[in-house]
């Protein structure tokens, strides 16, 4: 069996209330929920602001 891992750069506009943690834990969630996926981790986040 081969493990593999892919990269993803996702880029979003967030509302100020929201806080990019949140959504990045629950984008791993979402990608550790679908079969195939053993984890899922948001190994980097950045915030650039207006």
């Known amino acids: 069996m081969k493990y593999l891992d892919i990269y993803f750069k996702v880029e979003l506009e967030l509302d100020n209330s929201e806080q990019p943690q949140r959504i990045a834990r629950e984008l791993e969630r979402i990608l550790a929920k679908h079969y195939g996926v053993r984890t899922a981790e ?4 950045v915030v650039h602001e207006d």
Do not use: G, P, W, Y
């Not at 948001?42 to 986040?45: F, G, H, I, K, P």
């Open 42 to 45: 948001a190994t980097n986040v």
